[in-house]
């Protein structure tokens, strides 16, 4: 998979509850994204997405406790939404 399909989520802060920047959704005519987190026991992950930036979050998808690999359906913007309390770092990345 090339690097510009491959997109991370980031975020400023990873021992609390926090929110990521948006990923935009590349116009590459996909249907749908695989999303991927690991996450840490006591941590829950939110995927959430919307169509525009005039619309509302919606959550998609929750893990909690355990890593996740999930097809979703695409969307123009993701984020991702976390509860930390483990204290180590939650990743997550989409390919889109």
């Known amino acids: 998979m090339?690097?510009?399909?491959?997109?991370v989520f980031y975020a400023s802060d990873n021992t609390v509850t926090y929110v990521s920047s948006p990923i935009q959704q590349d116009s590459n005519q996909n249907r749908s994204v695989v999303f991927q987190a690991n996450v840490n026991t006591g941590d829950t992950v939110v995927l959430?997405?919307?169509l525009d930036s005039s619309?509302?979050?919606?959550?998609?998808?929750?893990?909690?406790?355990?890593?996740i690999m999930q097809e979703v359906i695409t969307a123009?913007?993701?984020?991702?939404s976390v509860t930390n309390t483990s204290g180590l770092a939650v990743k997550c990345?989409?390919?889109?």
């Open 2 to 7: 090339s690097a510009n399909n491959f997109k």
């Open 76 to 80: 123009a913007e993701f984020r991702i």
């Open 48 to 50: 959430q997405a919307r």
């Open 93 to 96: 990345a989409m390919a889109v």
């Open 55 to 67: 619309m509302e979050w919606v959550n998609i998808l929750t893990a909690t406790d355990d890593d």
